[in-house]
C-alpha cells in the first residue's frame, strides 16, 4: 500500500506539472501541438464553451474508450491520472493566468515541464488518456499500420485545423513544444533506465 501510494504521489506531481504548463502557458498563447489539449482548444475557439468542460469531456471519453478497447488494467493504471489531469487543469484554468513572456521561451518551459510531468506518469506506467489509446485500438485491428504513424496523422490533421484556426506560428511554436517536451521525456528515460 505505501509503494502505491507513492506512485499515485508521483503520477500526481506529473500531471501538476504538464496541466500547469498547458493552462498558463500553450493554451493562453494558442500553441498548438496536435494533442487533446489542442484539439480541445480548437473546439472550445468553435463552439464557445469552455475549455476545460471540453478537455474533461475528452479524456473521459478516451478514458472509457480505453477501458473497451484495452481493458481493465489499462483503465485502472490511467484512472487516477486522468482524474488527476480533469482536477489540475480544470483548476489552474480557472486561475486564468498567463506570465508575460515572449512566446518562445513559454514553448520551452512548457515543453520542459510538460515533458517531465509525462515522464512522472509514464515511469509509474500510467498514461494521461491521449491520442495513443485511439492509435493502439487501431494498430491492435489492423497491425500493419504502425502506432506511430497513426498517431502522427492525427496530431498532423489537428495541426492543420490549427494552422487554418490560429495560424502557423501557433503551429511553429507547438512543434518547438514538442520537441522539447519529447526530449526531456527521451533523457530522463536514458537516465534512469526507463524504456519509454
Known amino acids: 500500500?505505501?509503494?502505491k501510494l507513492k506512485s499515485w504521489f508521483i503520477i500526481a506531481v506529473g500531471n501538476m506539472l504538464l496541466t500547469a504548463a498547458y493552462a498558463f502557458l500553450t493554451v493562453p498563447n494558442?500553441?498548438?501541438n496536435g494533442g487533446v489539449t489542442s484539439t480541445s482548444l480548437l473546439i472550445s475557439h468553435f463552439l464557445n464553451i469552455d475549455i476545460g468542460y471540453i478537455s474533461g469531456a475528452m479524456t473521459l471519453f478516451l478514458l472509457i474508450f480505453g477501458f473497451?478497447?484495452?481493458g481493465k488494467d489499462f483503465f485502472w493504471n490511467s484512472f487516477f491520472s486522468?482524474?488527476?489531469y480533469i482536477v489540475f487543469f480544470n483548476g489552474f484554468h480557472m486561475i486564468s493566468y498567463s506570465p508575460d513572456l515572449p512566446l518562445i521561451v513559454c514553448a520551452l518551459i512548457a515543453g520542459i515541464l510538460v515533458g517531465l510531468g509525462h515522464f512522472l506518469c509514464l515511469y509509474e506506467d500510467s498514461s494521461t488518456v491521449g491520442y495513443d489509446v485511439i492509435a493502439l485500438y487501431i494498430h491492435k485491428?489492423?497491425?500493419k499500420w504502425n502506432t506511430t504513424i497513426i498517431l502522427r496523422c492525427?496530431?498532423?490533421f489537428v495541426l492543420v485545423i490549427g494552422v487554418m484556426t490560429f495560424g502557423i506560428l501557433s503551429v511553429l511554436y507547438g512543434l518547438f513544444f514538442t520537441f522539447i517536451q519529447t526530449?526531456?521525456?527521451y533523457l530522463l528515460g536514458k537516465k534512469y533506465k526507463k524504456s519509454l
Open 141 to 143: 485491428k489492423i497491425p
Open 68 to 70: 473497451f478497447a484495452h
Open 154 to 156: 492525427i496530431g498532423m
Open 30 to 32: 494558442n500553441m498548438i
Open 183 to 185: 526530449q526531456v521525456i
Open 82 to 84: 486522468s482524474i488527476c
Open 1 to 3: 500500500m505505501k509503494q
